[in-house]
Structures are given as structure tokens and as C-alpha cells.
């Protein structure tokens, strides 16, 4: 599960107001997301493999990518930046840095371990949310259960990851019949302090935005993630990730292929016509 690679999305899906269910309780409510972290978790070893586009926007350029999932990580294809097509110049420049990927073995290397590395992390940050946070629920939204969260004082965050990540606060919503997150929404609420504030500081009131959707009847594919964070590394050096990437149009693949099998596929036909995105999707928070 690429939790932290994303695309389009319905924002109205989650915004009707709260049913007349019976609230649940902060056990039950803790007790839904150890059981969504679970599936999540164990779903993702016996996930299939897919083909999508990826339009990234940042604040100097939107980029869009095609992009196929192998055994040895995603391999993706620049198409369009800015809304144009890639001129003459430029796709010869993409064809080249994808033959180097696949003529040289350490860059493979380096590109699976890249790629292993973010799996875990994403594993890592699924698994503080059953006790990092405090749970209250905020009823049922179109067949998902809407929960708010605060951080949870008694948790000990002893990485840099946990503390960041527990400095947050948010809502999500979990699919009331399947037990899988949906959506998950978080604010810094205070600065976040690296070595005691001599090495870095993330300021208070940045926020991210992941959703995802059911792309066949076990699979779950991230369709938006949005990262809005400030601040400064040593030296006050001043850092910035404002980011906006949105998914869709995915088409399953075959499994297990590698990166060469990843890269023929992907240059045999294009997700043309109306599984392209538009080239200037708004952005809200």
C-alpha cells in the first residue's frame, strides 16, 4: 500500500452529516482502528498490482507520470509537466534516465531498497495510531464510521517519526462493513523540536490530507495525499513540503513482474483519453 504516494478525489463523500447511530465508545472507538490497522496491515502482504497515472502538483510545476507497479517498486514514465506534452528534447531525456535505471545494478538496488524503505515506514506510522491517539466518535458519514483523535499523553513517542506524527491531532473515517481507513486528516498542534530545536523544528499548523479508494473487491489504493509543513533544519536553513499528488485511472498489471517487464508494459500503450486526469485539478483543504 503506496500510503504516501496520491490522486483525485470526491471531497462531498465525507461531508454529510453524522446518522443517528449509536455513539461509540473511546474503547470501541480504539478497539475499530487496532482492527483497521490490522487489515490494513495484513492486506497489504497479499495486495495485486496496478497501473495508474500520478499528477503531482507543487508550487513551481505539475507534474504528470504513468506509472506500473513491479516486485521491485514502482517504475514511472514522465508524460506531461505543466499540462503540456513532453517535447522531443524531453522525452529523449526520460527514455535515457530509464535505461540507465535498468542498465545499472546498484540503481536498481538502490531504487528497491528506497522503495522497501518507504513500506516500512508506512508500516511504522500504522502502528502508532491504535495507542498514540485518543479516540471519540464523531457518528456515521455514507456507510463510514467519522472518528476524531487527539494525542494520547501517556504514549511514549521515542523516535523522530512517532513524535511528529503524535504531535498531531485529526479525524478519519473507516468503512463501517470492510474495516478499512477511507480517509485520515492531521494538524500539527504544536512545534515539533529535532535535537532539542538545534537541529530542526517542523512550526505548529501544518497539515496532510491522505484518502483512498476500493479499486476492486480486496484492494485499496491511496487517490490523494496532500503535505502542507514549514519549518527550519540546522543552520536555519528553511524547509518547506507543500506537496498535492493525486491518483487514478488504475488498471491492474500482472504480478511479480520486474522493473524491465515494468518498463516494456508501460511503453506498449498509454492511459489515454478519459483516464488521464484534468490537467488543472483545484486544490482545497
Not at 29 to 50: C, I, K, M, P, T
Not at 148 to 161: D, L, M, Q, S
Request: charged share 25%.
Amino acid at each position: 500500500m503506496r500510503v504516501f504516494f496520491a490522486t483525485a478525489v470526491i471531497l462531498g463523500l465525507m461531508q454529510a452529516p453524522p446518522s443517528n447511530a449509536q455513539q461509540m465508545s473511546p474503547a470501541a472507538a480504539s478497539q475499530l482502528v487496532h482492527e483497521v490497522v490490522y487489515n490494513e496491515l495484513h492486506d497489504h502482504d497479499r495486495h495485486g498490482y496496478w497501473r495508474y497515472w500520478i499528477e503531482r502538483h507543487t508550487p513551481k510545476e505539475t507534474l504528470l507520470n504513468e506509472q506500473i507497479e513491479t516486485a521491485d517498486g514502482p517504475i514511472a514514465r514522465l508524460s506531461q509537466t505543466n499540462g503540456h506534452p513532453l517535447d522531443a528534447v524531453s522525452r529523449e531525456q526520460e527514455q535515457e534516465r530509464l535505461n540507465h535505471l535498468l542498465a545499472s545494478p546498484s540503481d536498481q538496488a538502490r531504487h528497491r531498497q528506497e522503495y522497501f524503505d518507504d513500506e516500512k515506514r508506512i508500516g511504522r506510522i500504522l502502528k502508532l495510531l491504535p495507542d498514540a491517539f485518543l479516540y471519540e466518535d464523531a457518528g456515521e458519514e455514507n456507510g463510514c464510521r467519522h472518528l476524531r483523535f487527539h494525542p494520547n499523553p501517556a504514549y511514549p513517542a521515542r523516535t523522530i517519526e512517532a513524535r511528529v506524527f503524535h504531535a498531531m491531532s485529526g479525524e478519519l473515517w473507516v468503512t463501517a462493513r470492510s474495516k478499512h481507513l477511507a480517509r485520515l486528516d492531521g494538524h500539527l498542534e504544536e512545534n515539533v523540536d529535532v535535537g532539542y530545536g538545534i537541529l530542526g523544528r517542523l512550526y505548529k499548523g501544518g497539515w496532510f490530507r491522505l484518502q483512498r479508494t476500493q479499486v476492486n473487491a480486496t484492494d485499496w489504493k491511496t487517490e490523494r495525499l496532500e503535505v502542507h509543513m514549514n519549518g527550519r533544519a540546522m543552520l536555519f536553513k528553511t524547509i518547506a513540503r507543500e506537496t498535492s499528488e493525486f491518483r487514478g485511472g488504475f488498471i491492474p498489471v500482472p504480478g511479480g513482474m520486474n522493473l524491465s517487464q515494468g518498463l516494456t508494459l508501460l511503453g506498449q500503450n498509454s492511459l489515454t483519453g478519459s483516464a488521464l486526469p484534468p490537467v488543472t485539478m483545484s486544490v482545497h483543504r
